[in-house]
């Protein structure tokens, strides 16, 4: 289980205003249906990285990814990764993205587990910049979810069309419409 006092009073203030964002617009808006239930029962670790140069932040990458793998799926199902210098730019965490993607795939790890990606200027590519769809993967630090395969392919089977959920997503933000969804997510402006 996951125990916040264990972290700086700096990176206590990355997992709680993370957390935050998880409240209010993962598992407020159901952004993502498979997340309460992790969040509900703690199981979620959240590890901060102020590491800039290339040998720690692979040292960090390995450590979170044995700590996943390592841990019980009931004491800790999933992984949240926080960057908080360093990869501001989006470019420059979409180039530490690609780079962590290598490092798992070199590990031959890619069966057991995926990444997701989150950015507080998160884009998609070939869609407008205005577009609110940004938003779903909006976040207040450069993030990156470990996430166990197996785990994600048991949740699967009970979604009825998962491939739906983006869409879902989607339209949930532009109901609520662009102040709404900007003060919900102010860093992604």
């Known amino acids: 289980m996951f125990d916040p006092e264990t972290l700086s009073k700096a990176h206590q203030d990355v997992v709680n ?19 309460l239930s992790v969040i509900a029962r703690n199981q979620v670790h959240y590890a901060v990285c102020d ?6 932040l692979r040292q960090f990458f390995l450590d979170e990814l044995q700590r996943l793998l390592g841990a019980n799926e009931n004491d800790v199902a999933t992984s ?17 993205l690609d780079w962590f993607q290598q490092l798992l795939e070199d590990a031959d790890l890619t069966d057991h587990v995926q990444l997701a990606s ?6 998609f590519e070939g869609v407008a910049a205005e577009d609110l769809s940004h938003f779903t993967n ?52």
């Open 17 to 35: 205003t993370t957390r935050l964002w998880l409240d209010q617009m993962v598992v407020g808006l159901n952004l993502c249906p498979f997340s």
């Open 51 to 56: 590491a800039t140069a290339d040998a720690e």
């Open 80 to 96: 949240l990764l926080m960057f908080t210098q360093g990869v501001e730019a989006f470019e420059d965490y979409l180039d530490l």
């Open 118 to 123: 989150f950015h507080p200027h998160y884009q």
């Open 138 to 189: 909006r976040s207040p630090y450069p993030t990156i979810h470990l996430l166990r395969q197996d785990h994600m392919a048991r949740i699967l089977t009970h979604v009825a069309n998962p491939e739906k959920i983006y869409l879902d997503n989607i339209e949930t933000l532009k109901k609520l419409g662009r102040s709404q969804v900007e003060a919900l997510c102010p860093w992604g402006k």
